[in-house]
């Protein structure tokens, strides 16, 4: 026999018992962890003038971030003569100490560095500088950055057009024998992951890595929206990334979520109404609104800060954020 179909009052009615749950099943948190991504491997100098590239500017970066309300910074480095991704710890150490020095902002270095590199170099700043927290890439996948050039008649630097172009047929490699191998190689260092899903699939190899004791919660689940190769930044993929993850996960991992370009602040005022932390900065969108560049990265903090507060939600301290986390402390780093 054909069930009737239910009306539309019962099925928004069953919607919002289920989002009532979603706010629910991921840990409970009183405070939203704000991240701050400074600078990345994605946009290139050409994009914007007020992308960080050197040391001096990468800091001052991380430093206004953390003033407008971010408790955590996701750090990449970058050659300063020309800004080509540079993931050499000393590269880093231009810029860490004084961050450390002028701010209790806990501090998330990058084993994902760019596209083109090896993972035992990604691997390298993470394993030597011994940070709270790394992000830590949770499966291979197209990582679509060709576009971007139509949006330009000429690069600044030779190297740009190039690594944009070769993205079409490049594939960024994190495969299971990758992941692993950060895993225990960073394993002493007491460093807690940043789990970075492009897409629902990453969600099943975290678990896979739960399973296997090479991970353990709390975890912090950082799903990216809107990135030519990853999910996409509907409304519906933002849910089923959130159903999933509470299925694999329950109430022992803390949820994040960024939107890659014009989505960030959309997929960030929708998320954190859920339930989710979020992540902002110039490696993810260079917009403050419509055809306006950020100028800073504390702009767009500035702004996911000014959301919270209209929600009635407050931004966690970087204190905070490390109890939430349970993160080993600034003292116990290696710069």
């Not at 962890?33 to 992308?51: D, N, R, W, Y």
């Not at 996948?141 to 060709?146: C, D, E, I, K, P």
């Not at 933002?238 to 803390?254: C, E, I, N, S």
């Amino acid at each position: 026999m054909i069930k009737p179909k239910p009306s539309l009052g019962f099925e928004l009615f069953s919607e919002a018992k289920y989002l009532r749950k979603v706010v629910q099943m991921s840990a409970k948190q009183k405070k939203v962890i704000v991240t701050c991504a400074v600078t990345g491997s994605i946009h290139t100098p050409t994009m914007s003038p007020h992308l960080p590239i050197t040391p001096k500017q990468i800091e001052d970066a991380a430093v206004g971030a953390a003033e407008a309300g971010a408790a955590i910074v996701h750090l990449h480095a970058r050659n300063p003569e020309n800004g080509l991704p540079d993931q050499t710890p000393e590269a880093f150490m231009k810029f860490l100490p004084q961050i450390k020095a002028r701010s209790n902002v806990v501090i998330n270095l990058t084993t994902g560095g760019s596209p083109t590199m090896a993972v035992e170099d990604r691997l390298q700043p993470a394993l030597k500088l011994k940070p709270e927290v790394a992000s830590l890439n949770m499966g291979s996948m197209n990582f679509g950055l060709y576009p971007m050039l139509n949006r330009y008649k000429e690069f600044k630097y030779d190297w740009e057009q190039p690594y944009l172009a070769g993205s079409e047929d490049r594939i960024f490699k994190n495969t299971f024998k990758d992941i692993r191998y950060i895993l225990e190689s960073c394993a002493e260092n007491n460093t807690r992951f940043e789990i970075e899903c492009y897409d629902i699939a990453h969600l099943y190899v975290a678990a896979h890595f739960v399973d296997r004791g090479l991970l353990k919660g709390p975890l912090f689940i950082q799903s990216v929206f809107g990135l030519l190769g990853g999910i996409g930044p509907h409304p519906e993929d933002v849910l089923m990334m959130k159903r999933t993850a509470d299925r694999l996960f329950g109430d022992d991992y803390y949820w994040s979520v960024l939107g890659a370009g014009k989505n960030q602040m959309p997929i960030a005022a929708m998320s954190v109404a859920m339930g989710s932390n979020a992540r902002v900065g110039l490696e993810d969108s260079l917009w403050d609104g419509p055809g306006t560049l950020s100028k800073t990265n504390a702009d767009q903090v500035t702004r996911i800060v000014s959301i919270l507060k209209a929600l009635n939600l407050e931004p966690a301290t970087p204190d905070e954020a490390r109890q939430m986390l349970q993160l080993k402390g600034p003292d116990k780093v290696n710069f």
